[in-house]
């Protein structure tokens, strides 16, 4: 299945205030970007046909690409000078750059790649600054049976603020945690199938506009996650990303777990030594 990125904004809440400030996709957690933890999430699901929504920093995205380098991620040989790789990260990934305007909206981004997707039953979406251990493909079985036209991760509010319950004469009655209310926010990992363009107009919202359309007439499917969700929307998320990566909390890499296990799993090979008397 095909993978839409959103990797053009601007990343306002991320920047520092220098001219040459990184886009938020291309921000680093560990060796990598932000972008690339997202792709090698879809990728171990099995999806590696990409589709990046390119705007604000594009060319820092086209060199990552353009002058990839397996090393830094990658077991290798070094022999007679020549490099050995004995495993890769993208060598089987297609990746379709398009320039999707530098002020777009999301939705007016994902209407310029509309013909990438032709001939599509589903797809994929993501805003390319979250990351989580989501099940994404219990996620895209249950869409692909439920007859909707869109679906969207739900988690719980990520707020750290408190809902103040008010009386008369402002006693308080009650105080409670935002992320214990019966709410749920975007989640940001969509599974669309072509209906949604139906209801994106021109230089429109994909949640406002298309999904909104589709929850009225009852086909948009949630899908609700408590597990690991960790945006990188601001400075502090995304050092706190780069903090659990750097203690080896990693709970989003989840090809690193199953390389471990592959490992743990292997036959152990028994040397028998023979003596004579």
Request: net charge negative.
């Amino acid at each position: 299945m095909k993978v839409v990125l959103f990797c053009g904004g601007y990343g306002m809440r991320m920047r520092n205030g220098s001219a040459d400030d990184l886009p938020k996709p291309m921000h680093p957690v560990g060796p990598r970007p932000l972008l690339w933890h997202v792709m090698r999430y879809y990728a171990h699901f099995g999806h590696k046909d990409f589709i990046l929504c390119l705007g604000y920093g594009a060319q820092y995205i086209k060199d990552f690409f353009l002058n990839y380098a397996e090393t830094t991620s990658n077991d290798f040989v070094l022999r007679d000078g020549k490099v050995e790789l004995l495993s890769t990260d993208i060598s089987d990934w297609t990746i379709t750059f398009a320039q999707t305007g530098q002020n777009s909206p999301i939705g007016e981004r994902l209407r310029r790649v509309r013909h990438l997707l032709e001939g599509e039953e589903m797809f994929l979406a993501n805003y390319a600054d979250v990351l989580t251990d989501a099940p994404l493909d219990e996620m895209v079985r249950r869409f692909g049976t439920s007859g909707a036209s869109a679906s969207m991760m739900v988690v719980p509010p990520q707020s750290s603020f408190h809902c103040v319950d008010l009386g008369e004469n402002g006693k308080v009655s009650g105080i409670t945690p935002v992320s214990s209310l019966p709410l749920w926010e975007n989640g940001g990992f969509f599974v669309l199938r072509p209906e949604v363009f139906e209801h994106i107009p021109e230089n429109g919202d994909l949640v406002e506009d298309g999904c909104g359309a589709l929850a009225k007439q009852g086909k948009l499917l949630a899908y609700p996650y408590r597990g690991f969700w960790q945006p990188a929307d601001t400075v502090k998320e995304r050092v706190a990303l780069e903090q659990g990566y750097q203690a080896g909390d990693r709970p989003w890499m989840l090809w690193e777990q199953e390389s471990a296990a592959a490992v743990d799993s292997a036959p152990v090979a028994k040397v028998l030594r023979l003596s004579g008397v």
